[in-house]
């Protein structure tokens, strides 16, 4: 498989969508978290949508409490809070794994076309870094989803573009979304 067409997921209002209905769209796919430091990231992941939704951008958030139980909720949940708190109104998915052996078919194969190159540089890359190596310890170098909004930007091909561990803020994904964008499908 050398695009993301192939794949499906379940909405968090419990309709599978297939992938292949955002054929010819630039993809931002992030897992979430409700109760998580990067949380406030959804406002700047919203903010993206509602600028370039028009152009072909869509946004897909896939929930996940396998980080910390950072998002316990249940869909139900998830949905109210993302949309009374951050106005969210890009798609989410329902509650998924997103990293080792039970991770939803389309993470395995994000992971594996991007590779993981660590989180980035500053303070807060630099104590993500040391929590999640003593996490993870040998696996920390690994290609799994280390964190709540990790990122993977999809071009209009299908293809994977570019991996944004959760330390890069959306708006630093706003010249790489651009570039996408005024490519042709």
């Known amino acids: 498989m050398n695009n993301i067409y192939n794949f499906n997921y379940v909405s968090i209002e419990n309709k599978p969508v297939e992938m292949s209905e955002y054929k010819g769209k630039v993809l931002l796919i992030v897992n979430t978290a409700s109760k998580c430091g990067f949380t406030p990231q959804y406002e700047g992941l919203e903010a993206l949508y509602e600028k370039y939704k028009d152009q072909g951008l869509e946004i897909i958030g896939f929930p996940s409490n396998q980080?910390?139980?950072?998002?316990p909720g249940t869909n139900e949940e998830i949905s109210e809070f993302c949309s009374l708190r951050y106005g969210v109104t890009f798609p989410l998915s329902q509650k998924v794994?997103?990293?080792?052996e039970n991770a939803v078919p389309l993470y395995q194969y994000l992971t594996s076309q991007k590779d993981f190159e660590g989180m980035g540089k500053g303070i807060k890359a630099k104590a993500m870094t040391a929590m999640l190596k003593k996490r993870y310890k040998d696996g920390y170098s690994d290609n799994q989803v280390k964190w709540n909004f990790t990122k993977f930007l999809i071009d209009r091909k299908g293809e994977v573009?570019?991996?944004y561990e959760p330390t890069f803020v959306p708006e630093d994904m706003v010249s790489d979304i651009e570039k996408l964008l005024g490519e042709d499908a």
């Open 67 to 71: 980080f910390m139980e950072q998002e």
């Open 97 to 100: 794994e997103v990293r080792d």
């Open 161 to 163: 573009y570019g991996r």
